[in-house]
């Protein structure tokens, strides 16, 4: 092919995340050496010599510092040099989609195609952010008439059929998209390539004392109280700043821990992590057979009524979650249980900034409510959107609250509340595009919700996580607040000392001190 058939080399926004305003500010963060040098030719960016053969971006240290990113005039963007250290805020999203059109080494590809450092593009690689295909994917609507030439070009019948690599494949599977996972791997021509530039990233990781939040460690399994601001086992464009990962550092593993099941990024607590493949698999059918139950905190910012709560989720994996009080064939069966909900003081804006809560002028903001929630079922977003629906959002949710603000003002907006208005399907389609556009982001760090225990086989595998940020606001002015759970004293000082976690130290800086041992 010639150069205008290089590859395709655009951006689809559609389907992609929105990430905010430019990086500004980045984390100063060691990270080990990668490489002694590199060299360019003139055929591109190429390694010349490493360190070692397996990439690590482990971190050692935490330090903050403020530097300044320029910005290029080519194409707008900041100038790429590495990964770490990790930005403070996300930047704006950028994908490329590629056709190879001459067969070698990944990296050296993408480099040259692409214009970016080859430490930059084997750092993307390492976090999980370049994929392939062998036989590229049909183009989205919004691809230009070049692109769809491409398209069609690569995937001809004539060309498929010199390809010995797809032989015995059919077109869907030889379609299918997997990670690049070292940055010398092969690719060859006619390879579909995709590059998250920009990977979402998750700041968070690189605060957290990752050691404290280990609850069990087991032969087979790994219990982790997830802080709010993380993901569980990474995002499609990034696997390195995950629970998942930290977690396996922290404890020394060799082996990464494996995900069992997901809570949200702006969701706390217990997270079950599995040390094999095969108890992840055992792990998995246990939550298939309804043998895992999972207990939730949530404050929120009017009272829920004690009892059954169930609704019904649209089928598109799309957040926000839309759901619906009636029945409609084909959407998900959502249903918790509402065990207590207890008055307690809202936040005050000394918590709020610390993990950056939003109340979206909420009208009432003298007291909130602690709800302890039984989930009955496992869906994505369910015990948000469904305390949203009535009338009662988490606080701090920045994606479902504002629409619950809105249905409040307007009750009618809601076209799968008590009193929707529409009256024919047309009127129906554009009151659901009404409605989604009154939703939010999603949270920047922290809700009041956290997954406060999480038990299995009756209970025979039992475990709480520690108290969650809301309780800090439960006493304003006294320095600690001592709560009983399960004949346990769980101990949470307040904003005096501004902690993850506590130690026995800092007790005895307290007057009078505590004159028993607290086993922190």
């Known amino acids: 092919m010639g150069s205008a058939s290089a590859g395709l080399v655009s951006i689809f926004s559609n389907g992609y995340r929105s990430l905010g305003a430019p990086v500004s500010s980045w984390r100063t963060l060691a990270s080990s050496s990668l490489y002694k040098h590199y060299k360019r030719n003139s055929k591109g960016a190429v390694l010349s010599c490493l360190s070692s053969s397996k990439i690590e971006l482990a971190c050692l240290s935490s330090e903050v510092d403020v530097a300044q990113t320029t910005t290029s005039s080519v194409n707008g963007y ?9 930005p403070s805020e996300n930047g704006p999203p950028r994908v490329e989609h590629l056709v190879v059109s001459e067969g070698g080494p990944v990296l050296e590809y993408i480099c040259k195609s692409l214009d970016l450092p080859p430490l930059f593009v084997a750092d993307l690689i390492h976090f999980g952010a370049v994929y392939y295909a062998l036989v590229c994917p049909q183009p989205p609507p919004s691809a230009t008439p ?9 995937t001809a019948p004539s060309v498929l059929s010199k390809r010995t690599s797809i032989k015995g494949k059919t077109v869907r599977e030889a379609q299918k998209t997997f990670r690049i996972t070292h940055f010398e791997q092969f690719v060859e021509a006619g390879t579909y390539l995709r590059v998250h530039v920009h990977p979402k990233r998750f700041p968070r990781c690189y605060e957290i004392d990752w050691k404290s939040r280990i609850i069990a460690v087991a032969d087979s399994y790994v219990v982790l109280d997830k802080p709010a601001g993380t993901s569980v086992g990474g995002t499609s464009d990034n696997i390195e700043e995950s629970c998942a990962t930290f977690a396996s550092r922290a404890l020394g593993f060799s082996t990464p821990l494996k995900t069992t099941h997901q809570i949200d990024n702006c969701t706390e607590g217990c997270v079950v992590l599995a040390r094999t493949k095969e108890y992840c698999s055992i792990f998995h059918g246990k939550i298939r057979e309804k043998k895992v139950k999972k207990l939730y905190l949530a404050l929120t910012a009017a009272p829920v009524p004690i009892g059954i709560i169930t609704h019904y989720m649209r089928p598109i994996n799309v957040a926000p979650r839309l759901i619906s009080e009636d029945f409609i064939k084909g959407w998900y069966l959502c249903k918790l249980e509402v065990m207590e909900c207890k008055e307690v003081p809202w936040p005050d804006p000394v918590i709020q900034q610390k993990y950056c809560i939003e109340d979206f002028e909420w009208p009432s903001k003298d007291r909130a409510y602690e709800c302890k929630i039984n989930l009955l079922t496992g869906r994505t977003h369910q015990v948000r959107a469904q305390l949203a629906a009535c009338g009662a959002p988490i606080v701090g949710d920045s994606m479902y609250m504002p629409a619950a603000i809105a249905e409040m003002a307007n ?17 129906k389609e554009m009151a659901v595009t009404k409605w989604f556009a009154r939703f939010g982001k999603e949270p920047k760090v922290a809700i009041g919700l956290q997954a406060c225990q999480i038990s299995w086989d009756d209970g025979e595998h039992f475990y709480e996580a520690r108290s969650p940020w809301s309780h800090f606001c439960l006493q304003r002015d006294p320095t600690i607040l001592v709560t009983s759970i399960k004949g346990h004293v769980a101990v949470s000082i307040c904003r005096c000392f501004q902690l993850e976690r506590p130690s026995l130290a800092h007790f005895e800086l307290l007057d009078p001190p505590f004159p028993f041992s607290l086993g922190l």
Request: proline share 9%; aromatic share 14%; with cysteine.
């Open 411 to 427: 009750p009618g907006l809601n076209p799968f509340g008590k009193y929707k208005k529409y009256t024919t399907e047309s009127d």
């Open 78 to 86: 900041h100038k790429y040099d590495r990964l770490l250290p990790c």
């Open 146 to 154: 070049e692109q769809i030439r491409i398209f069609k070009e690569v």
